[in-house]
DNA sequence: ATATACATTTAGGCTAACCTAATTATACTT
DNA sequence: AAGTATAATTAGGTTAGCCTAAATGTATAT
């Protein structure tokens, strides 16, 4: 009933919508889905017709209920698949978004449940998302940027903005990982320059480019 | 380049050689495949010019070593991921050959290797297939259908001949699991239903359908 | 208000994997 | 050896999901 093709683009358009908060153009889809905008549009009417967006001729797309609810199992059962990738076959944050983009597609309530209880029911995937419930909630997250934190607030990491092989790497590189207790110790009013430290331990300076894209909440 | 429709050719055909011995008919691969014999034709006419079979037009196919590999590395995979269905997720063994049979085709060598690790290196499925390793290499088996035992003989219920939920569903009833010890107590010359002592316990009485089926090892 | 740039849609096509109906090849019976 | 049943192939089509090129719509700048 649901092909991968319908589901990633019901996704990709529950993404940009995230982002934007606008309705979803076909440029922006094409992009992403690294189609032509030709094939979005054809596309764009097939899922119309199927009432799972509402269509606006050249001015884009928007999810309908129906819709969303299939795009937030599709990201469920992406962040699950995650989470199962590093906690328990011991790949890398890094390592598990292109295997994720396949396993999402397996089609198998049955398999969800019993993989959501192997897993003890988790609430955030290994890049500190959060895992929507099986009737598509989400918990209500407080994180900010670490960007808008001042000197002597301590917070802890929670997530990225960037999930980007490259930035997940450098945090890696500089011994950054979920779940760090970070002390704001300086911002540079200049660039905002941060220095931090981390669990009580070593402070550690990192760029405007880098504190906009971790993910704190205040402990 | 190897898309699942192809993945599922190359795994039938191999399945139909190693039932028959002899070269894979059009008519049965439509018949395990659901599809019309006109489908595998046209199919089949593909793979060869792919070198996947050789191809005698209205004899059959028989799978090349290129075309062999691909499959046994599928069956590799499917058995892998019954094995993690089963003992980790807590499947029971009727219940995981469809799911198996969409993570199948997840490409990723690496989740291959980290999944088996995962696994602790298993050699064998849920239902005592051998799970070939990632050379395409199967250990020697010398299982029998206790149908072949005489009385007086021990040994142990190692494997299924029969993958159905059927089969499968009244062994469960009737609770005998792989690894379970079996006594010959005494044969029914007449009809050859067995009566045999599991795990040294209690006396069990079984059909000659069902000790077809039924693969032992002499322990 | 018009020109220009850029986004979107339409028109026409392609390939993979299926289908049915018609034809041809092979095997079995008498 | 011819006739009949069954299996396999060929011919001609369909659908999903993509494409390029041409046409149309929309927004922006002068
Ligand atoms: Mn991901
Ligand atoms: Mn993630
Ligand atoms: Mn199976
Ligand atoms: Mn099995």
């Known amino acids: 009933m649901t092909s991968s093709a319908e589901e990633n683009y019901l996704k990709a358009i ?6 934007s908060g606008n309705m979803v153009t076909t440029s922006a889809l094409a992009e992403t889905l690294k189609v032509s905008a030709a094939s979005v549009t054809d596309f764009i009417k097939k899922i119309a017709s199927k009432k799972l967006v509402s269509y606006e001729k050249s001015k884009g797309v928007k999810l309908t209920d129906k819709g969303r609810l299939i795009a937030v199992n599709i990201i469920r059962k992406h962040r699950l698949w995650e989470v199962w990738l590093v906690n328990k076959l011991e790949f890398k944050w890094d390592e598990v978004h292109e295997i994720a983009e396949q396993l999402e597609h397996i089609i198998s309530d049955d398999l969800v449940d019993h993989l959501d209880k192997h897993l003890g029911y ?51 590189k500089n011994n950054l990982s979920l779940g760090d207790e970070i002390m704001v110790e300086a911002v540079e009013e200049f660039d905002n320059t941060f220095t931090v430290r981390v669990n009580r331990k070593e402070n550690k300076i990192f760029s405007k480019e880098v504190v906009k894209n971790l993910l704190v909440a205040v402990v």
Chains 1, 2 share one sequence.
Request: charged share 30%; net charge positive; glycine share 8%.
């Open 14 to 19: 529950y993404k940009l919508h995230e982002k």
């Open 122 to 172: 988790p609430t955030a995937d290994p890049h500190g998302d959060l895992i929507p419930d099986s009737k598509g909630r989400f918990a209500k997250s407080n994180s900010k940027p670490l960007l808008e934190c001042v000197k002597g607030e301590k917070v802890k990491f929670i997530g990225v903005a960037d999930h980007s092989n490259n930035f997940l790497q450098y945090l890696t």
